[in-house]
């Protein structure tokens, strides 16, 4: 029997779950697609265990202690009681030991062409000296603005990790919304290796395997009527948007969900619970494995402006005000103002954040969102098209190091 394609992920996530969401679906796709592969995530989410019925056949993960950021920047451990430098080392030794083991024919890097601290330096070494391993560098739509990109690249020297070991640069955007290529001035050397894919259409995750036939919304028991849904993301950023979104006036037909994500603190969490019971038309749910069938079923989402977020609203076609992230990148607010401006969703800046603004946005008339056409949300199909090209395209001999 021929061996089966090897595709290894690597899905850094110091702030939040949508790195892990989104290289979940990139695995999903690409293992549902004719390459049948055998798939390894390397990601650093305790959750990821949850989402072991999500994961298709002949695909497992390797979880790394994990990082966490804080609004300044400022990384560190976020359970392990050890200093940073000693958590990076053992993150490093595990990732170069299990690729080596697993021998990717395909390795899919997420944001971080070094990984975070410099992590994935001595796991490229290894692959680029075996020769057999194509390497992607995969980016959403927006990093961050232009000088911040500018300065962080030249400070980890992302341009020549990427010079030196990288075949493509696969982006899970439209360029027609962000063109990258421009917007951050990269050299040809950056720029002749980028591929625009697309974003990526989020419905697909309610047909691909591994899903049961649950309905979340049913266990909420709600009464009949409308459903707001609040997004945080992860939730260790998403405090003042709960609080708001909690204390803000439903509209009389509608009930309201607010998804934390399992980084808010509990005492928070607590006191929107304590809120929400003592109004019958508001639930707080924790954390749920497929967010999509919530959004799915909603009239309307508040929420966070995240790539995952963002590709679900527009996927299922909801109308949507998006409250974006401003620290410690303005990824979120760059992306939110773009797609406010092609009328794709509303936004509202934090610092005017407030109960009666959402009340209002929740009880205004908006007609029903029309996407088809205004934007590129085949990105999930254009990578297996591309990772079949990837696979297919002999390397050249690595040079002895």
């Given amino acids: 029997m021929p061996k089966k394609i090897h595709i290894a992920l690597y899905s850094p996530g110091i702030v939040g779950l949508g790195h892990l969401r989104r290289n979940l679906i990139i695995s999903q796709v690409l293992a549902d697609s004719t390459l049948q592969s055998v798939n390894l995530m390397i990601t650093e989410a305790r959750e990821a265990s949850v989402f072991v019925n999500s994961m298709p056949p ?56 070094r990984g975070a601290y410099r992590e994935l330096d001595p796991t490229l070494k290894h692959l680029k000296s075996v020769g057999n391993t194509r390497c992607i560098l995969g980016l959403r739509d927006v990093l961050d603005e232009p000088w911040s990109v500018y300065r962080d690249w030249l400070r980890w020297k992302n341009e020549e990790a990427i010079h030196d070991n990288y075949d493509a640069i696969w982006v899970y955007g439209d360029p027609a919304i962000y063109n990258m290529i421009d917007e951050y001035r ?58 708001a979104f909690s204390q803000a006036q439903l509209p009389p037909d509608c ?9 808010m603190s509990e005492q928070m969490r607590q006191r929107l619970v304590d809120r929400a019971a003592l109004n019958p038309r508001l639930r707080v749910i924790k954390f749920i494995i497929e967010p999509t069938k919530l959004v799915a079923r909603a009239d309307r989402v508040i929420g966070m402006g995240g790539y995952n977020t963002v590709c679900e609203v527009l996927s299922f076609e909801k109308r949507a005000l998006i409250i974006p992230r401003v620290r410690p990148r303005r990824e979120q607010i760059i992306r939110a103002e773009r797609l406010r401006d092609l009328g794709l969703i509303d936004m509202l ?53």
């Fill in 58 to 113: 002949g695909m497992d993960c390797v979880t790394l202690p994990g990082l966490s950021k804080s609004a300044d920047g400022i990384c560190k451990p976020r359970y392990l009681d050890l200093p940073l430098k000693e958590v990076i080392s053992l993150r490093a030794r595990t990732i170069r030991a299990a690729l080596k083991e697993f021998k990717p024919d395909l390795f899919i890097v997420d944001n971080l062409p």
């Fill in 186 to 243: 990269f050299p040809p050397v950056i720029a002749s290796k980028i591929q625009f894919c697309g974003y990526l259409d989020q419905r697909k995750r309610t047909t691909l395997s591994g899903h049961d036939g649950t309905d979340p919304f049913e266990s909420l028991s709600l009464p009949a009527g409308r459903l707001i849904l609040c997004l945080l993301g992860g939730g260790q950023d998403g405090n003042v948007l709960a609080e």
């Fill in 255 to 263: 009930c309201g969900v607010i998804v934390t994500g399992p980084f």
């Fill in 349 to 401: 800046p934090i610092d005017e954040l407030s109960p009666q603004l959402l009340s209002e946005w929740m009880a205004r008339d908006l007609p029903p969102l029309k996407v088809e056409g205004r934007i590129n949300l085949n990105g999930l199909d254009r990578l297996c098209v591309l990772a079949e090209e990837a696979l297919a395209a002999a390397r050249p001999a690595a040079a002895a190091l």
